[in-house]
C-alpha cells in the first residue's frame, strides 16, 4: 500500500500503523508527507521506518510502477503524479487551516 498526506505525525501515521496491524505492506512517499512541523514529519517517518514500513520517494515509486523513464507513458505518469500530489496537499492544508483537530476519518479522507 502507497501512503501519502497530511499531517504525517498523527493521520499518515495511525493510518499506516493500522494498514500494518491489518497485514499491508506500507511503501511512505517521504517527499508526499508532511506536517506543520517538519521535526513533527521527521519523527513519524522515522518511527513508521522502525515499525517496518518502507521509506521511498515519488520518483521511486513511479519508477518501480512504469519500470522505465524514456517512454511516453513514464511522462505522463509522471506529470499525472505531480498534478495529483500538489491538489492532495492543497485539499489538505485547507482542512488543516480550517480546524486545529481533525478527526482519523477525515485525515484519511484526505489520503
Known amino acids: 500500500m502507497v501512503v501519502v498526506g497530511m499531517e504525517a505525525h498523527v493521520c499518515v501515521l495511525q493510518t499506516c500503523l493500522d494498514l500494518m496491524k491489518s497485514g499491508f505492506q506500507v511503501h511512505l512517499v517521504a517527499d508526499a508527507v508532511a506536517s506543520r512541523a517538519d521535526e513533527n514529519r521527521d519523527i ?3 518511527l513508521l521506518k522502525q515499525a517496518g514500513a518502507v521509506i521511498s520517494s515519488t520518483e521511486i515509486v513511479i519508477f518501480q510502477w512504469a519500470l522505465r523513464a524514456n517512454t511516453d507513458d513514464f511522462r505522463k505518469i509522471f506529470a499525472h503524479c505531480q498534478i495529483v500530489n500538489v491538489l492532495t ?6 482542512l488543516i487551516s480550517g480546524s486545529s483537530r481533525l478527526r482519523r476519518n477525515e485525515c484519511r479522507e484526505v489520503i
Open 44 to 46: 513519524a517517518i522515522d
Open 89 to 94: 496537499m492543497q485539499k489538505a492544508a485547507r
